[in-house]
């Protein structure tokens, strides 16, 4: 297998990115961000189809694991082509062991090692926001918390700072609060036995969290059984590399 230090070379190639920050401004107006999403995650995407005027992108750029006292870092391993005008937001996947191997929460170096790897990910060129991806338990709340706070403490003003959050955090259980984060967007896919609750709750009230009242968190895959609020950005995510037409699905 080839190392990973050659795998971050190709992959860097491949993106045609470089260390150096970007102008642009972050979340601010839906004139700035696009009012729909792709989600790009680990697998070959070539899409240079997408209109930069309709349609931005979150590609998944690494993953962090995390065992006791250790970061495990795993860069996108897949290529990805792009116009360069398209908003391009960074997501950093965070993955925890339980139990004894749980991370360890008290270590200061430790939560900056992984602040320092998702502040890294947004100075990859044309780079305008950064997304974590975490479905944090209850246990690792105040780790997570810690994490956000200095990714935000650390992060240009002008580049968004989004989490990805699960529905219930949006409907009762009620643990964002005065995060310091742009937009909390609502994963409504993949969601098991609580799909029912959820959908039946969304028919009869907004969320109760108003950091996910900006955004949805949807699958080309997966249709939802309510109605969307319009005005909200939508972000997309596919089971397969993206193809033209699956934009006709989402429209």
């Not at 996108?76 to 993955?95: D, G, H, N, W």
């Not at 991370?103 to 044309?126: A, C, G, Q, Y």
């Not at 309510?226 to 699956?246: Q, T």
Request: hydrophobic share 40%; proline share 4%.
């Amino acid at each position: 297998m080839p190392s990973i230090s050659k795998f971050i070379t190709f992959v860097s190639f491949a993106f045609l990115l470089s260390c150096c920050t970007s102008s642009q401004s972050g979340f601010g107006t839906r004139q700035t961000v696009p009012s729909v999403i792709l989600w790009a995650w680990e697998r070959p995407e070539n899409l240079k189809f997408i209109d930069s005027n309709e349609y931005g992108v979150a590609f998944l750029e690494q993953t962090l694991r995390v065992e006791g006292a250790e970061v495990n870092h795993v860069p996108r391993l897949q290529t990805m082509k792009i116009e360069s005008q398209v908003y391009l937001i960074a997501v950093t996947r965070i993955e925890t062991k339980r139990g004894a191997n749980a991370p360890k929460e008290d270590s200061d170096k430790f939560i900056s090692e992984i602040v320092s790897k998702i502040v890294k990910s947004s100075t990859l060129r044309n780079v305008k926001g950064v997304q974590i991806d975490f479905d944090a338990v209850e246990s690792e709340r105040d780790f997570y918390r810690k994490i956000i706070v200095g990714v935000k403490q650390k992060l240009r003003k002008d580049t968004s700072l989004s989490i990805t959050a699960l529905a219930s955090w949006c409907a009762y259980d009620l643990w964002l609060k005065n995060l310091p984060v742009d937009e909390a967007v609502p994963m409504l896919f993949d969601i098991g036995a609580n799909r029912k609750r959820i959908e039946a709750f969304l028919k009869s009230q907004d969320w109760n969290e108003p950091l996910c009242k900006r955004s949805y968190g949807l699958s080309i895959n997966q249709p939802t059984d309510f109605e969307l609020d319009k005005e909200r950005r939508r972000y997309y995510f596919n089971s397969r590399s993206w193809v033209k037409g699956d934009l006709d699905r989402i429209k």
